[in-house]
Structure formats: structure tokens, C-alpha cells
Antibody, heavy 119, light 110 residues
Framework: QVQLVESGGGVVQPGGSLRLSCVAS????????MHWVRQAPGRGLEWAAI????????YYADSVKGRFTISRDNSKHTLYLQMNSLRPDDTAMYYC????????????WGQGTLVTVSS | QSALTQPASVSGSPGQSITISCTGT?????????VSWYQHHPGKAPKLMIY???NRPSGVSNRFSGSKSVNTASLTISGLQAGDEADYYC??????????FGGGTKLTVL
């Protein structure tokens, strides 16, 4: 069964940095685009970034562009999100998710890792 | 990248049907048949319920159905059950090669 497990969340001060990881198992990681989606407390889901299966194509939501960097290591079946210049409104549960090959929907998702930006 | 518009809440009694709307623009919902719907229980991973407007993944009850007209997609749940109570989100691919979600709808089964 496909499994995605996020880690790296925690408490960080405004202006600080954090790197999230998402380890994939039981599927051909290198064949799938990967995404980060976040949910702030009491708010809805917000798409943040996508990286293509080979890392060539990368797109970001305007809210994170210039501050966050998505990357992947296919040899380690791992997706990353480097978050810099963090702001209180970046406080959220961060989920990684994948598109089945050739699709435009998200399935499956990880359980999420919580990032809290606070002084 | 404005969020798709969903009602904040809907409710229904067991056995009834409800419909959740999701309104976007010609740059997202109206431009592609790439609308998907997710069921989300707090603290758990979102679950795919509908993909490509109206298709159900294996294992999802046929009580869930999806449709689209111009810039508005809809999720209908028939024969409401207590276990359907959750937050529901729509999502669409966009012309900017990005994705956008709706604000979410809280379904209450009375």
C-alpha cells in the first residue's frame, strides 16, 4: 500500500527556516509528480507547490513563491520543502501528496506535519 | 490564485441528499475537466472521493457523485449517513500550471 510520511515540522520563530521531508514507500516514486498542500488552523486546504517526477518542472503558489523551495531525491524516495523567511501565517499542517501518473488529482496523501511560526 | 468558492456549511438528515457547489472561473473549473473532491476528517489525511469531475475511485460509495456546468462543479451525496459528516473540499487544475482548492464545506448530518 502506498504510504507517504512527512516529518520536520516544529516551532520556529518568524524569519526562521525549516525543512520538511516526505518519504514515500510502496510505489514508484520517480514516476510521480509530488505536491505540498497546507492547512492553516481553522482554514481550508491551500495548494503550495508541485515538482515533476524528474524535478524539471516546479510551480509555486504566490503565497510561498520566493520563500519556499520544493525539491526531491528520487534515489531516497524523498520529497522536501525548504521554508525560509517564515511568517506567522505560514503556521499550518503541511501535507505531501502525489498525482497518479497522468492525472490531476491528489491520491494518496500523507498524515501531515505541523509547522508553527511564533515568537 | 483565488480560492474556489464553496458554501461554508451544509446539513441534512440521514437518508436525505445534499449538494455542495464549487465555483471557479474559466481559468480553472471552466477550462478543464480536472475537478476533484476530497473528504477530510480533522487530524486525518484527506481522502479522494471524486476525480475528473465525475469519476469515483475504487472503494468510494456510489452515493457520491460529481458534475460540472460551465464554471461550477458540484458534489452530491445521496442517502446521507452519519459517517459522511466531515469537511469537503473541491480542487481544480488551473491555466497557470497550478492547483487551487475551495474554502471547504462542513457537512453536518442532523
Amino acid at each position: 500500500q502506498v504510504q507517504l510520511v512527512e516529518s520536520g515540522g516544529g516551532v520556529v520563530q518568524p524569519g526562521g527556516s525549516l525543512r520538511l521531508s516526505c518519504v514515500a514507500s510502496e510505489f514508484t516514486f520517480s514516476s510521480h509528480a509530488m505536491h505540498w498542500v497546507r492547512q492553516a488552523p481553522g482554514r481550508g486546504l491551500e495548494w503550495a507547490a508541485i515538482i515533476s517526477k524528474d524535478g524539471i518542472y516546479i510551480y509555486y503558489a504566490d503565497s510561498v513563491k520566493g520563500r519556499f523551495t520544493i525539491s526531491r531525491d528520487n534515489s531516497k524516495h524523498t520529497l522536501y520543502l525548504q521554508m525560509n523567511s517564515l511568517r506567522p501565517d505560514d503556521t499550518a499542517m503541511y501535507y505531501c501528496a502525489t498525482n497518479p501518473v497522468g492525472s490531476y488529482w491528489f491520491d494518496p496523501w500523507g498524515q501531515g506535519t505541523l509547522v508553527t511560526v511564533s515568537s | 490564485q483565488s480560492a474556489l468558492t464553496q458554501p461554508a456549511s451544509v446539513s441534512g438528515s440521514p437518508g436525505q441528499s445534499i449538494t455542495i457547489s464549487c465555483t471557479g472561473t474559466s481559468s480553472d473549473i471552466g477550462g478543464y475537466n480536472y475537478v476533484s473532491w476530497y473528504q477530510h476528517h480533522p487530524g486525518k489525511a484527506p481522502k479522494l472521493m471524486i476525480y475528473d469531475v465525475s469519476n469515483r475511485p475504487s472503494g468510494v460509495s456510489n452515493r457520491f457523485s460529481g458534475s460540472k456546468s460551465v464554471n461550477t462543479a458540484s458534489l452530491t451525496i445521496s442517502g446521507l449517513q452519519a459517517g459522511d459528516e466531515a469537511d469537503y473540499y473541491c480542487s481544480s487544475y488551473t491555466s497557470a500550471n497550478t492547483w487551487v482548492f475551495g474554502g471547504g464545506t462542513k457537512l453536518t448530518v442532523l
